[in-house]
C-alpha cells in the first residue's frame, strides 16, 4: 500500500497498476456480481466503452444484477447509471430495478426499444403502473437513468425528467440492480450508487430535482405538469447527541479534531481489514502457510499498514494522518491487552485460541512496523517500553517478512512501478474485490457507511487491481450483531462488523480522552450535554472558585513554551519546557488554587516534585509523576492510593504539583489521574510559583511552630 495525493483521505494507500479488472468501470460495485448472476443464453462482455448484455435467440428472457444495499440512509442515496438498448423487439428494455424478494416487491425503470420511459412496480401478484412516457429515451447513447431514495421513498428519473415517485413500497429498502429485457444487445455504463448527495455537475434542476417526498403514494411526473410536486431536501441527521450522525450508541470524537478522528477510525479499520484480507490471499490464491495462519496474516497486516509511512507525499497532513492512522492499528492490541491485564483476564484457556494473545500480537506487528520505519515508530516504542534488544531484531524481522510475502505473492501480482517483482503483465485478466457498505443501526457504522465509504472503497477495489485473483472477493461492512470480522473461505468474501469497530474506538477514546464509554462525562459524573475538545483553551485556567483576593501572579502560568499538550506521559527526567493546557485534567493558576483550598475542605494536594519543601497540605508522591503509560501497573497502585488519602470518596478533588513550570512529572501524575477518572487538576506554576507569590510552604509553617 503506497501513500501518494494530497486528498484527506489519499492515505488511505493505492496499490498497484492502474489496470481496470473486468467490467469494473462500467459496472462499478456491480461488476462482482456477474460471474454469479449470468443466465443461460446471455452473455456478457465490454464493446466500445459499455458493459454488455446479449440475449441472441430467447425470446421473452429477463436478466438481471442485483446488488443488497439495504435501507437508504437518511442523508439518501443516488443510484445513476448510462444506458442503451439495441433489438428489433419494441418491447425490449433496459431499466434500473428496486427488488425486495423477502417482501416479494419490485419496482422497475425502464427504457424499451421503441424510445418509451415505462414506470411500475409491483407487490406481489398485483402489478401498479405508475407513467409512460413516449418518445423520452434517445437510444443513441446518452440515456441516463437516475433512482433518488430516501429511507421507504425513491424517485425515478430519467434524462433529468422525474417519471415518479414511489413511497412505502415493499420493493424499496433490498436490492439495487440492472434488467435488460428481451432478445436485443444492452449496453451498461457508468454505474454507481452515491451517498453524497451535493451536485457534481450542473445545477440541481438539473440533477433531476432533488430527493422524493416522504409519504403520499406513488406520483407520475409524466402525468402531471413538471414540478407540480416539488422535491424536498434530505432531513438533517438525528443530531440528537450532537454528533451529526443517525443511529444508537456512542461516537467518540477525540476532541472534534477532524485528522485525528480519520486517523483512529481508518487506522482500527485499516488493522482489521488487513488481517482478514491477508487470510483471503492465502484462501483464494492457495499460498502456502507453514506457520499458524493467524500470526501470518498479522504480519502481512503491518508491512501494508507500515508502507504509506515509508513513502511520504508532498503534503504534511496527509502523512501526519498515514502515521497516526499506522500507529492506532498497532496500539489498539497493546490497549487491549493492557486492559486485560488490569482486569487480571485469566490465561488458563488462552492458549488453545488460535490468535496470539493481544500484546504479543502487537509486540509483532510493532516489531515490523518499527523495522521499516524506525524514525516514525520510535516514539511509539519508547511509549510502551520495547526494549533495546527487541528494537534491534526488528530490521531484520521486517526485512525477512516483507520479502518473504512479495515472493509468495509475485506469481499472483501485476507489475507495476510499485510492484516490479510482479509475475503477472500489468493488464493480466483478474476478478475485482468489491465493496458494500451497508446502513446502520449505529452511529460509527453510518460514519463509515457515509462520510468514510467512497475513499474507503475506492483504496480497498485497488487491491483488486494488484493482485490477480481467480474470483470476485467482495467485502461487506455492515451491522452484525456481534465484535467480529472474518473471511468466508466458500463465500470469498469479507465481513467487516461495525460493532467491532466501535468497540475498539470506544476502549481507545476512554484510555486517550478520558471518556466513558466512548461518552465525555461531566464533572459531577453525568454526560456532558456533547463532547468536546478536551484540551481547548476555555478549560484553563479554571473560572470557579476564583482567587479571592490574589493580586497578579509573580509569574506568567500560562506561558505558551512551544509545547503542545499529550496524551503521552513525558519520559524521565521529567525536566523541560511544559505545555500551557492538559488533557484528562484541568490546568489552574495560583489563584484558582488559593481559592480551591478556601472553599473545598476535601481537597487533595499531591506533591510529585520531590523537594522537601511543598505546600502546607500537600502530600509528597514523586511515584505519581513516573513514566510508562496511562494503562500500566502504576495506574492500579496510584488509585489505590488515591483513594485511601480521599477517604474512598473519587469524587474528591486532586490538585498534583510540582517543582515549577519546567518539571513534566506534575503533568504525568494529573494525566494518570484524570485517566482513571479522577478530578484532576494541575497546578503548572507548581512551588516556585506558590512562593513567588509570597504563600508559605512547609519550611514556612516549620519555622513558625
Given at each position: ?211 422524493p417526498p416522504r409519504g403520499g403514494g406513488a406520483s407520475g411526473g409524466a402525468s402531471a405538469p413538471q414540478g407540480t410536486q416539488p422535491p424536498v431536501a434530505a432531513p438533517a441527521p438525528n443530531n440528537s447527541s450532537g454528533s451529526g450522525l443517525a443511529g444508537a450508541g456512542p461516537y467518540p470524537r ?245 460493532e467491532l469497530i466501535e468497540n475498539i474506538a470506544v476502549m481507545i477514546s476512554d484510555i486517550e480522552m478520558g471518556t466513558v464509554g466512548g461518552e465525555v462525562v461531566a464533572a459531577g459524573g453525568g454526560k456532558a450535554p456533547s463532547q468536546q475538545p478536551q484540551q481547548q483553551p476555555q478549560q484553563q ?165
Open positions: 500500500m503506497r501513500l501518494r495525493g494530497v486528498a484527506l483521505f489519499s492515505f488511505l494507500v493505492a496499490v498497484g497498476s492502474p489496470a481496470h479488472a473486468a467490467f469494473e468501470q462500467q459496472l462499478g460495485p456491480l461488476a462482482g456480481v456477474v460471474g454469479k448472476q449470468m443466465l443461460q443464453g446471455w452473455t456478457a462482455a465490454v464493446q466500445d466503452g459499455w458493459f454488455t448484455l446479449r440475449n441472441a435467440a430467447t425470446p421473452g428472457s429477463e436478466q438481471t444484477l442485483y446488488l443488497p444495499v439495504g435501507p437508504a440512509p437518511e442523508q439518501g442515496r443516488v443510484t445513476d447509471v448510462n444506458v442503451v438498448v439495441n433489438s428489433q423487439n419494441p418491447k425490449a428494455s433496459i431499466g434500473v430495478a428496486l427488488s425486495n424478494p423477502a417482501k416479494k416487491g419490485l419496482c422497475l425503470i425502464e427504457i424499451t426499444a421503441d424510445k418509451k420511459t415505462i414506470l411500475f412496480c409491483l407487490e406481489g401478484q398485483n402489478r401498479r403502473d405508475i407513467a409512460t412516457v413516449p418518445n423520452l429515451a434517445k437510444l443513441d447513447g446518452s440515456d441516463r437513468i437516475k433512482v433518488v431514495e430516501l429511507p421507504g421513498a425513491a424517485r425515478f428519473i430519467v434524462n433529468d425528467k422525474i417519471i415518479g415517485d414511489v413511497t412505502d413500497s415493499s420493493a424499496v429498502g433490498g436490492d439495487i440492480g440492472i434488467m435488460a429485457y428481451d432478445v436485443g444487445t444492452f449496453g451498461i455504463a457508468d454505474f454507481s450508487i452515491n451517498t453524497d448527495l451535493a451536485p457534481r455537475q450542473g445545477t440541481p434542476a438539473q440533477q433531476g430535482g432533488g430527493l477525540f476532541g472534534g479534531d477532524t485528522m485525528r478522528i480519520v486517523s483512529v477510525y481508518v487506522g482500527i479499520m485499516r488493522s482489521i481489514f488487513m488481517h482478514e484480507f491477508g487470510h483471503a490471499l492465502i484462501g483464494e490464491l492457495e499460498l502456502p502457510s507453514t506457520g499458524a495462519e493467524e500470526d501470518a496474516v498479522d504480519i502481512y497486516a503491518a508491512l501494508q499498514i507500515v508502507e504509506p509511512t515509508m513513502y511520504p507525499s508532498a503534503d504534511e497532513d496527509t502523512n501526519t494522518m498515514a502515521r497516526d492512522a499506522a500507529t492506532y492499528a498497532a496500539l489498539q492490541w497493546y490497549y487491549s491487552g493492557k486492559l486485560a491485564e488490569k482486569r487480571g483476564a485469566s490465561e488458563s484457556s488462552a492458549w488453545q485460541d488460535e490468535h496470539t494473545g493481544d500484546l504479543k500480537r502487537f509486540r509483532n506487528m510493532l516489531c515490523i512496523m518499527y523495522g521499516g520505519n524506525p524514525a516514525v515508530f520510535e516514539s511509539v516504542a519508547k511509549h510502551v517500553g520495547l526494549e533495546d534488544r527487541t528494537k534491534a531484531r526488528c530490521a531484520d524481522e521486517f526485512n525477512k517478512q516483507n520479502r518473504a510475502w512479495r515472493k509468495i505473492l509475485a506469481p499472483h501480482t501485476r507489475v507495476g512501478t510499485w510492484s516490479p517483482d510482479g509475475q503477472q503483465p500489468a493488464n493480466a485478466p483478474g476478478a475485482p474485490v468489491n465493496v458494500v457498505f451497508e446502513p446502520s443501526k449505529r452511529k460509527i457504522g453510518n460514519l463509515f457507511a457515509t462520510a468514510l465509504s467512497d475513499a474507503i472503497s475506492a483504496n480497498i477495489k485497488l487491491l483488486g487491481q494488484t493482485y490477480v485473483l481467480p474470483r470476485p472477493v467482495n467485502v461487506v461492512f455492515k451491522d452484525c450483531d456481534t465484535l467480529n470480522a472474518w473471511y468466508s473461505p466458500r463465500e470469498g468474501s469479507i465481513t467487516m462488523c461495525y485556567p479554571r473560572q470557579s472558585p476564583p482567587g479571592q483576593g490574589m493580586p497578579p501572579s509573580a509569574i506568567d502560568e500560562l506561558k505558551d513554551m512551544g509545547v503542545p499538550a499529550t496524551f503521552l506521559l513525558f519520559p524521565s527526567p521529567y525536566k523541560g519546557p511544559t505545555p500551557n493546557q492538559i488533557n484528562r485534567a484541568k490546568l489552574i493558576t495560583t489563584g484558582d488554587l488559593v481559592g480551591m483550598i478556601k472553599n473545598d475542605s476535601n481537597l487533595l494536594i499531591v506533591d510529585t516534585s520531590g523537594l522537601r519543601d511543598t505546600l502546607p497540605i500537600g502530600y509528597p508522591l514523586a511515584d505519581a509523576g513516573s513514566d510508562g503509560s496511562v494503562t500500566d501497573q502504576l495506574q492500579s497502585a496510584l488509585d489505590a492510593w488515591l483513594l485511601k488519602k480521599a477517604n474512598n470518596n473519587r469524587r474528591a478533588a486532586v490538585v498534583f504539583v510540582g517543582a515549577s513550570m519546567n518539571d513534566r512529572s506534575s503533568y504525568n501524575a494529573a494525566l494518570r489521574a484524570g485517566s482513571l477518572g479522577w478530578s484532576a487538576y494541575w497546578y503548572r506554576g507548581g512551588v516556585e510559583a506558590w512562593v513567588a507569590n509570597g504563600l508559605p510552604t512547609t519550611a514556612d509553617m516549620a519555622k513558625k511552630n
